[in-house]
């Protein structure tokens, strides 16, 4: 199983950025897809899923700001964020099962 994460980059407060997830070697369309973020010095969290069915959940601070997304056709997910803060500056990576894939660094400046 490979998940390869990009669209990473800077983007200035209040912008906004869409981060793709393309996986390859598992049944795409049955699984639940994640994305997670870890700031410097911080654990990392869970910023959103997305389950086989298209059920989505978020976390907090990002409710109303981020949106996660399957296209089961191209096997990728996406999350795009907007309104933007610098807080949201960490690097983002997806999950299924137990694998992850790399991140990709979203830095946003205020």
């Known amino acids: 199983v490979q998940l390869q994460a990009y669209g990473g980059g800077l983007v200035q407060a209040g912008g906004s950025l869409r981060l793709s997830c393309k996986a390859s070697?598992?049944?795409?369309?049955?699984?639940?897809i994640a994305w997670y973020r870890q700031a410097p010095g911080t654990q990392r969290e869970l910023v959103a899923n997305i389950s086989s069915s298209s059920m989505t959940n978020y976390e907090d601070s990002v409710k109303g700001r981020f949106t996660v997304s399957r296209d089961n056709v191209r096997r990728q997910v996406y999350l795009q964020m907007s309104s933007l803060r610098p807080e949201d500056t960490a690097v983002y990576y997806c999950?299924?099962?137990?694998?992850w894939g790399r991140g990709t660094l979203v830095t946003v400046s205020s």
């Open positions: 070697g598992l049944n795409f369309s049955i699984n639940t």
């Open positions: 999950k299924t099962l137990r694998f």
